[in-house]
C-alpha cells in the first residue's frame, strides 16, 4: 500500500512538473518610445506574481512566464502603463506613449506617494526642466515651472546669485526662507550641481508639510539626486556647455558732459543757488568732451562654460552614480570670476534580501573673486554706486593709461577693481549613510545619519594704486595707512539622526501605509575675524606685515538643537477615497520655558472619475481634496538680519565700560530684556484642490486655493521706558496670506511632430491682521520704518506716503491744490502734488496712505516644447506683476549725492515743457519739494515678463550610433534671459525686496551657450 502511494505520488509529481514545463514561455521584445528610440529600465511584470524584469540598454528584454494567458505590465516613469495579453506570443515588442502620470512617484517627507493618492499641495519639478540648462544655481529651475512658487534672483554676480524663494506669500514677520532639504538633509540649494539633481518637489501646504513641523510654515523643498540606474552595467554620460554672458540692462544715463552740467545748473537756481559749472567749462565739455559712459566702459561680455561627467551602473546588489562637475564664470565687470567644484557618490548595496545600505557623498569647493563680498552693498563705496557717482565730465584714464582721479565727480569706478580685492573659498561636505531592513513583507525599518559641513575663508585686501590728477596729470599713490588686510572664516556643522518604521499593505480594496520615526539635529556654528592696516607694500599682505597697533579681531560661536517625532497614515479605499494625516511633535532649543509643539494636518480626497456613476467620457482623471494643519517657525531674525538662537534670553554687552576711581574700567550692561516664555509661531493652513486630466490626458488642469494664517509671530513691543529699554520680543503680530493657483498643459501628437504647452499662474494676497496685543482699544496699531510700515490691513513692508496727483503744470493749478507749504516751504509749480485724503485742505501726516507693495501679488509661467524628428524647441517665460520698489538717492534723484542723472530727466518740467514725464530737476537728496516726503510718484513698479529661456536640440538618430561606443548624442544651442518685457528703468526688476538705492542690485545676465550631452 505504501508502495503504492509513493509511485501514485511520484508521477503526481512528473505530471505537474511536465505540465509546467509545457506551460512555462520564454517572451523577448523590444520596449520603445513614440520616436521609435530604446527606452532604458522599463519595468516588466507578469501580473499578479513578483516575477519580472527590466529592459536593457538597448531596450530588449527577456522573461519566463508561467502561462499561455499570462499578462505582462510595462510601465515606466513619464509614461502610461502598457497591459499586453501573451496569448501564446513569443515576441512582443511595445511602443508606450507618455501617460497621465497618474503611477508616477512622487517624493514626499521621508517617503514617496504616487501621484495619483496625493491629497495635499505638491508640485514637483522633474529632470526636464533641468536638462542643459546653463544653470548657475538650481533654485533658477523653478523660476516659472512651479505654481504658488516666486523666485527671485536679484544678483548675476559671479558665485552670488542670491536666490530667494518664496512659496505662496511672505507669511511671517521673521525668516520667510522655506526648508530646503537635500536627499532629506536641510542644506543650501545655491551649492548643490543642477546635473546632479533628479526632480524638486515642492510642499506647499499643511497636508503635505505638517512632517517637518516646526520649519515648514513657510513651504518645503526637497531635492532629490540622481542615483545609478537598475540595469546592470555601467553608462557613462558628459556634459557641458560652452557660453557668453553679458548684463540684461544697464541705466540709460546722460553721457553727454555738456548736457549734464546744464542740468546740474538748472537743478541749483531752480531753488536760488549759484550754477556749479560755468559757461566755460560747459563749452569746453560740447568741444572736447570727455563724455564718459561708465556703465558701458565698465560692463563687458564675459566667458561662462560647465562640464559634467558622471558614471553610473548596476549589478546584482548595487548601484551607483558618481559625478563631477566643473563651473567657470567670469564676470561682466573685470576682475570678478567664479569656479565651482563638486563631486557626488551615491551608492546603495543590497545585502541580502532583508537589509540594504547606501552612502551619499558630496563635495563641494567654490572660489569667487571680486572687488568686495557684495558689489551692490547698497552704500558708497562699492562698485555699482561708484559707478553712479562717477561724471561723464571725468576721464577715464589719461593718455598713459593711468586711472585719472575724478574733477567734477566723488569717484573713478576704475579705482574698485584695482585698490580693492576679496576672495572667498567655500567647502562643503554633505554626507549620508543608511541601513534599511525588512522585518516582515511590509514592514521596513530605515536609520538614517547625516553630517552637513561648511567652511568658508574670506580674504579682504585694500592697496594703493597709482592715479593722475585731473588737471596736471601729477601721477601719485596713495599712503600706506591706506592699506587694509581683513581675513574671516566661519565655520559651521549640522547631525542628523533619524529612524524610521514603514509600513506598507494592501487588503483586497484596502491600502494602508503607516510612518513613524524620530528625528535628532544639532548645529554648531563658529566665526572669526581679524585686520590689520598700514602695510608697507602692495605685495605682502598677510596680516602679520601690517601695523601690529591697528589689529581688531572678533570671535562669536552659537549653537541649536531639535528633537522630534514625526508620524503619518496613508489610507485608500477602492482607489478613489483617500486619507491622510500626518502629526510632528518638535522640541527647540530656541525657546527655554515652552520648547516643544504639536504641528497635525489632515487631508482627504475623492478621485469621483472612479465611481461607477461617473460617466463623463471626455474626462479621464477627476480629483477633488482639501487639507487643514498647523504648521510652525522656529527661526526668528535677530538684530543683525541673521537667525537668533537665543531671543529668549537678555543680552549681555562686555564692552560697556564705565568710570571708577579716575579710570575708565571696563564692564557688563544688560542691553535687552529677552523673554523666557516665547513659544512658536504657528501657521494654520487650508487647501482646497482640484484635479482633472481630459480627453485620453490630453489636457491636465490643476486648481487649488489656500489660505494662511500665522499666529504667535515673534515681534518687538514697545515697553516703558521705566524699564530702562525700548522694547521686548514677544508673541504678538498675526499674518494671513491667502489666494489661488491654477496650472493647466496640453499635448498632442500629430505624426513625427509632438507639441507640448503649457502655463500656470498664481494670485497671493498678503495681509498683516495684528502687531501689538497690548494695545489698548482705540490705540493706533502701526510700525512705520523709513519708506514702509506694518500695521493692519495692509501687506507686510507695504510702501506708505502719500498719494501723488501728478505734476503741478502752472502757478493758477498749483494755487488751486491743498496748502503744501506745510510739506516744503519751496513749493511750487513742476513740484509733485499730493492727494488731501483726508479732505482738510491742509497737506499734512494725516493723509499718509499705504501706496505700494514689496511682494508680488502675481505670478505667472508659460512653457511650450515642440518636438520633430530628432529636433526639440523648448521656450520659457516667467512673470510677476503688481509689486513695486521705492526709489531714492542714485539713479531715482538727479546727483543725488553728486550722482549722475538718467536720459529721461531731459523730459522735465519747465516753464516751457509744463507736460512733461518728471518734475522740476533738483539737486538729489530728500530736502526738495518732491522729496521731502515719501510719495507714489517715486514708486518704481516691477512689474516683468521674461523670456527666460529658449533652447533648440538635435539627438542624432540610433543608427548613426549603431557602430560605436556612443549610447545617444544630443547637442544644443540655448539662450538664457533673451527678453524682458517691463517699464522698470533701471538695472533689473529682480532686485532685492525694500532695496531703495538705484545701486543696490546687480543685473541678471543673458547668456547664450552651446554644449552636448553625450551617453556612452
Not at 621 to 630: D, H, T
Not at 847 to 866: A, F, K, T
Not at 886 to 908: A, C, I, K, M
Request: with cysteine.
Amino acid at each position: 500500500m505504501i508502495k503504492f502511494t509513493l509511485i501514485k505520488t511520484a508521477l503526481l509529481a512528473t505530471s505537474v512538473l511536465f505540465s509546467c514545463i509545457l506551460t512555462a514561455q520564454k517572451i523577448t521584445g523590444l520596449v520603445v518610445d513614440p520616436d521609435g528610440t530604446p527606452l532604458i529600465g522599463v519595468n516588466i511584470l507578469e501580473q499578479g506574481t513578483t516575477n519580472g524584469t527590466i529592459t536593457d540598454l538597448e531596450g530588449k528584454y527577456e522573461l519566463e512566464v508561467g502561462a499561455q494567458d499570462a499578462v505582462l505590465l510595462f510601465s515606466y516613469t513619464g509614461f502610461g502603463q502598457v497591459e499586453m495579453p501573451v496569448n501564446g506570443q513569443s515576441i512582443i515588442n511595445v511602443t508606450m506613449s507618455e501617460g497621465v502620470g497618474l503611477d508616477e512617484v512622487v517624493v514626499v517627507g521621508y517617503s514617496t506617494q504616487k501621484k495619483a493618492n496625493l491629497t495635499g499641495a505638491v508640485t514637483s519639478v522633474g529632470v526636464a526642466e533641468l536638462k542643459d540648462r546653463p544653470l548657475t544655481s538650481a533654485a533658477t529651475a523653478l523660476q516659472g515651472a512651479a505654481p504658488g512658487v516666486f523666485i527671485n534672483q536679484t544678483s548675476g554676480q559671479p558665485g552670488r546669485d542670491n536666490v530667494l524663494i518664496r512659496i505662496r506669500g511672505v507669511g511671517t514677520l521673521n525668516n520667510a526662507d522655506p526648508l530646503v532639504l537635500i536627499d532629506g538633509i536641510e542644506a543650501p540649494i545655491s551649492n548643490l550641481n543642477p546635473d546632479d539633481i533628479e526632480s524638486i518637489t515642492i510642499l506647499k501646504d499643511a497636508a503635505s508639510a505638517a512632517i517637518y513641523g516646526s520649519r515648514a510654515a513657510n513651504g518645503v523643498v526637497l531635492v532629490t539626486t540622481k542615483r545609478g540606474g537598475d540595469v546592470e552595467g555601467v553608462t557613462f554620460n558628459y556634459n557641458g556647455y560652452y557660453g557668453s554672458s553679458e548684463a540684461i540692462r544697464l541705466p540709460d544715463v546722460v553721457d553727454d558732459a555738456a548736457l549734464f552740467a546744464e542740468l546740474w545748473n538748472e537743478a541749483q537756481t531752480n531753488f536760488g543757488e549759484d550754477p556749479k559749472f560755468t559757461p566755460e567749462q560747459i563749452a569746453d565739455f560740447r568741444a572736447n568732451g570727455p563724455n564718459s559712459n561708465w556703465f558701458d566702459e565698465m560692463f563687458t561680455t564675459a566667458p561662462i562654460t560647465q562640464h559634467n561627467f558622471s558614471a553610473s551602473g548596476s549589478s546584482a546588489k548595487t548601484n551607483f552614480r558618481f559625478s563631477f562637475g566643473y563651473l567657470n564664470q567670469d564676470g561682466v565687470l573685470p576682475k570678478a570670476d567664479f569656479e565651482r567644484y563638486s563631486a557626488r557618490l551615491n551608492l546603495d548595496t543590497r545585502i541580502n534580501d532583508k537589509v540594504t545600505v547606501g552612502v551619499n557623498l558630496s563635495l563641494t569647493r567654490g572660489d569667487r573673486n571680486g572687488h568686495q563680498e557684495n558689489l551692490t552693498a547698497g552704500g558708497d563705496g562699492s562698485l555699482i554706486a561708484n559707478m553712479t557717482r562717477s561724471q561723464p565730465g571725468d576721464k577715464i584714464f589719461n593718455e598713459d593709461g593711468v586711472i585719472v582721479r575724478p574733477q567734477f565727480g566723488v569717484a573713478n569706478a576704475y579705482i574698485n577693481p584695482d585698490s580693492r580685492n576679496f576672495n572667498r573659498k567655500d567647502n562643503d561636505i554633505l554626507g549620508t549613510t543608511y541601513l534599511e531592513y525588512e522585518v516582515i513583507e511590509g514592514l521596513k525599518l530605515k536609520g538614517t545619519a547625516a553630517i552637513n559641513y561648511r567652511h568658508r575663508f574670506d580674504r579682504t585686501n585694500r592697496v594703493t594704486i597709482a592715479t593722475a590728477d585731473p588737471i596736471t596729470n601729477e601721477v601719485t599713490t596713495g599712503p600706506n595707512d591706506n592699506r587694509f588686510g581683513r581675513r574671516d572664516t566661519w565655520n559651521s556643522i549640522s547631525l542628523t539622526t533619524w529612524l524610521q518604521a514603514t509600513y506598507e499593505k494592501t487588503f483586497g480594496s484596502h491600502y494602508l501605509k503607516v510612518l513613524g520615526g524620530f528625528n535628532q539635529e544639532t548645529n554648531n556654528t563658529e566665526s572669526f575675524w581679524a585686520s590689520r592696516t598700514t602695510f608697507i607694500s602692495n605685495n605682502i599682505l598677510t596680516l602679520n606685515a601690517g601695523d601690529p597697533s591697528t589689529a581688531a579681531n572678533s570671535e562669536s560661536a552659537t549653537r541649536w538643537g531639535l528633537q522630534s517625532y514625526f508620524g503619518r497614515i496613508n489610507y485608500v479605499y477602492n482607489d478613489r477615497y483617500l486619507f491622510e494625516a500626518n502629526l510632528r511633535y518638535d522640541g527647540s532649543s530656541r525657546f527655554l520655558n515652552d520648547k516643544w509643539g504639536v504641528f497635525p494636518s489632515f487631508s482627504a480626497g475623492w478621485i469621483i472619475s472612479e465611481e461607477p456613476f461617473f460617466k463623463a467620457a471626455a474626462i479621464n482623471f477627476l480629483k477633488i481634496r482639501a487639507s487643514w494643519g498647523k504648521l510652525g517657525n522656529n527661526r526668528t531674525i535677530g538684530t543683525n538680519g541673521a537667525i537668533d538662537n537665543f531671543r529668549y534670553a537678555r543680552t549681555l554687552d562686555l564692552t560697556q565700560n564705565y568710570t571708577f576711581g579716575g579710570g575708565i574700567v571696563q564692564g557688563v550692561a544688560q542691553t535687552s530684556l529677552g523673554n523666557p516664555d516665547l513659544v512658536w509661531e504657528v501657521t494654520t493652513s487650508s487647501n482646497v484642490g482640484l484635479n482633472m486630466h481630459l480627453f485620453d490626458a490630453k489636457i491636465q488642469i490643476e486648481a487649488d486655493y489656500f489660505s494662511r494664517v500665522t499666529e504667535d509671530i515673534l515681534f518687538n513691543i514697545p515697553v516703558p521706558s521705566i524699564s530702562g529699554f525700548n522694547s521686548q520680543i514677544l508673541n504678538s503680530a498675526e499674518v494671513e496670506n491667502r489666494g489661488w493657483e491654477l496650472s493647466a498643459f496640453y499635448r498632442e501628437r500629430f505624426g513625427d511632430f509632438t507639441i507640448r504647452v503649457g502655463g500656470n499662474v498664481t494670485n497671493v494676497q498678503n495681509e498683516v491682521l495684528k502687531l501689538n496685543k497690548t494695545l489698548g482699544e482705540g490705540e493706533v496699531d502701526r510700525r512705520i520704518s523709513g519708506v514702509t510700515v506694518l500695521q493692519p490691513g495692509a501687506p507686510i513692508n507695504a510702501y506708505f506716503g502719500y498719494r501723488a496727483t501728478g505734476i503741478f503744470r502752472t502757478q493758477a493749478e498749483f494755487d488751486a491744490a491743498p496748502d503744501h507749504s506745510g510739506i516744503n516751504a519751496l513749493y511750487g509749480p513742476g513740484d509733485v502734488g499730493l492727494e488731501d485724503l483726508n479732505g482738510d485742505g491742509v497737506i499734512d501726516p494725516e493723509d499718509r496712505q499705504v501706496i505700494g507693495n514689496q511682494s508680488p501679488e502675481w505670478i505667472y509661467g508659460i512653457n511650450l516644447d515642440l518636438g520633430f524628428k530628432g529636433f526639440d524647441l523648448t521656450v520659457l517665460l516667467q512673470g510677476a506683476a503688481n509689486y513695486q520698489t521705492y526709489g531714492s538717492s542714485e539713479l531715482f534723484w538727479p546727483f543725488s549725492n553728486l550722482h549722475t542723472v538718467l536720459n529721461s530727466w531731459q523730459d522735465r518740467w519747465t516753464p516751457q515743457n509744463t507736460g512733461a514725464e518728471f518734475p522740476r530737476i533738483f539737486l538729489g537728496g530728500d530736502g526738495w519739494p518732491s522729496t521731502t516726503v515719501t510719495n507714489s510718484f517715486w514708486l518704481v513698479d516691477r512689474t516683468h515678463l521674461r523670456l527666460r529661456n529658449v533652447q533648440l536640440s538635435y539627438t542624432f538618430p540610433k543608427s548613426l550610433t549603431d557602430n560605436s561606443f556612443i549610447e545617444n548624442l544630443r547637442v544644443y544651442i540655448n539662450g538664457q534671459n533673451l527678453a524682458t518685457f517691463t517699464s522698470f528703468p533701471f538695472f533689473d526688476p529682480e532686485r532685492p525686496a525694500g532695496q531703495q538705492r538705484g545701486s543696490s542690485g546687480f543685473p541678471n545676465l543673458r547668456i547664450y551657450s552651446a554644449g552636448m550631452s553625450l551617453n556612452f
